[in-house]
Every structure is written in C-alpha cells, then in structure tokens.
C-alpha cells in the first residue's frame, strides 16, 4: 500500500529517508533500496541535506517510483525563491510525485558549497500554503492554473524542543495546510507523549522520527550539532558498552525499543539510517516482534 492510501486507511505509517547520489550513478542506491520496497509505505528523499550538493530529489524520486518505492520528496526554502518553487511543485505533479515535506534546510555554510548564497524567501508555512493553493488550481499571486497539482503537503515538528515554540509552529503548518507531520528523531517518550498531548486534538498523522545511532561518537555529535535531538547519556552509555564492531546492533536494539515504547502515541515511523538502509528491516522485526 502506498503512502496516501495508508494514510488514508489510518494505518500505522512506515517511512524510511535516502539521500540521492552525488553524481548520476544510481545503480548502488537502488539496489540497497529495492528490497524495502513490501517494509515501508513511503520513502523521504532530501533536498541537499546539510548543504552538501547531490542528484535534486525530483529525479530520484522517478527513479524510486520506477522501483516501486512511493516517494516523499523533500523540499527546502534555502536554494529556491517562490518561482521555481511553484515550478518544481507543477513538475513533480505531472510527473506522479504526489508528496511532499516541506522544510526550511540548513544553512550553506554547512556543506561543501560554503560560499553558496541561501534563498529563503518565504517561510515553510508559505510553502505548505503555495501546495495548498496550486491544488486548487491558483498560484501563490492568485493567478489561475491550466491544470491543479495533485500533492500531498506535509511539515516537520521537534517534540525534543521548546514546547511551545513547537506547538506553535506546528499549528501554524496545519493552519496552512499540512496534511501530515513527520518528527526530528524521538529519544524520550516522556517528551513525545507531552507533545502529542497539545498534537492529538488536531486529528492530523504525526510520524516519529527514529535515527539509527551507528556509535557513541555519532549519539554526542547530534547532541552538539543538530538542535532539537537530545540523546540521553544512559544510550551513550550502551553504545559505549557494546563489544567491538556491535554499536550499530546496540543501535537497531535502542532504535526498536524506542518504536515499542511510543507506538500507541503516534501515527508511525519514520527511520533514519544515514546510508545503512539494509538495517531497517531488522529494526522493523524487533520492533514488531
């Protein structure tokens, strides 16, 4: 079942993120990608995450549907003014490309194009207003389409953050039209349960974020580079524990415990491996063992 009919039938969602090669060799992604194609509803492709430069998820996104995987193409404020964003969304609609998270992305600065000059001319509830409106066959200046796009729209939220920022934010995309929300990565169910306490009365999917964590190093690097993730020290910890060459097994471990313990509080899961996709089918069987 694709994403939208699973949405649709209120099943529990399963979406997994890949990012596009950087080059046009797509042989090796596809095929590390293939076998999910019966495990998960959906599959993210990112949009020059961290400021590294790859393939535009449009086109990988063909590439994912021509295997059979159904694509939720990511797209960011920083590298598009609202011209070619409405462009690339009327593209992707008449190419079958019928999702879409919408996001801010991060800064230039961070990638490998440092001196790239970011865009964002107009924020992330702006962009999810801009689909809302090309489906109903007007552009973001009020100008009548030929032909509306057909697009899912959906939005970020960080339960590990200020809560009250966040849930700000959050009803502001639903107010714009965000149709599903998918989280940053979840560590604490304390946290998730306290903001799907402010999320439930909106009636809209939310999706939990789940990130592999491969070692310790990686758990403190999100901790001090990535806002909005907070891994507890006790999961370092185990990490730190496991025998040799075993932290990424400590880590499927802690990534299926985690869906275990926040499944009756969300819609779905959404995991993150960062390249290591052949681990999602073991995190999907512990989980639901």
């Known amino acids: 079942m694709n994403f939208r009919d699973a949405l ?6 399963v979406t997994a993120e890949c990012s596009p090669p950087k080059g046009t060799n797509i042989s090796g992604i596809l095929d590390r990608l293939a076998p999910l194609r019966d495990r998960v509803h959906g599959m993210n492709i990112t949009d020059n995450q961290t400021g590294v ?9 063909l590439h994912l549907k021509n295997i059979g995987i159904d694509p939720i193409v990511q797209i960011t404020l920083r590298d598009r003014n609202r011209l070619a964003i409405q462009s690339d969304l009327l593209g992707m609609s008449s190419l079958g490309l019928s999702q879409v998270l919408c996001l801010t992305g991060d800064p230039p ?42 697009i899912l729209p959906g939005a970020a939220c960080s339960p590990e953050g200020d809560l009250e920022t966040e849930s700000r934010k959050f009803e502001e995309k639903f107010d714009a039209g965000a149709r599903f929300f998918q989280t ?48 507890p020290q006790s999961l370092i910890d185990r990490l730190e524990k496991s025998p040799p060459g075993q932290a990424i097994e400590t ?39």
Do not use: W
């Not at 649709?8 to 969602?13: D, K, T």
């Not at 393939?55 to 996104?61: H, K, Q, S, V």
């Open 8 to 13: 649709n039938a209120r099943e529990f969602l």
């Open 53 to 61: 430069m790859r393939m535009c998820p449009m086109a990988m996104g």
């Open 109 to 150: 600065k961070l990638g490998d194009h440092p001196d790239a000059k970011p865009v964002f001319d107009i924020p992330t509830q702006e962009l999810i207003r801009a689909i809302t409106l090309l489906n109903g066959g007007t552009d973001l200046s009020g100008k009548d389409l030929n032909g509306k796009t057909d």
């Open 184 to 231: 940053q990565a979840v560590f604490s169910p304390e946290r998730m349960e306290q903001f799907m306490g402010f999320a439930a009365p909106f009636s809209v999917p939310v999706i939990a974020g789940i990130i592999l964590l491969k070692s310790a190093k990686m758990a403190r690097y999100l901790n001090d580079h990535v806002p909005g993730i907070t891994v």
């Open 251 to 289: 880590g499927i471990d802690i990534a299926a415990e985690t869906i275990r313990s926040i499944r009756p509080m969300v819609h779905g899961v959404h995991i993150m491996t960062v390249g290591a996709e052949e681990t999602i089918p073991r995190i999907l069987d512990r989980a639901f063992s």
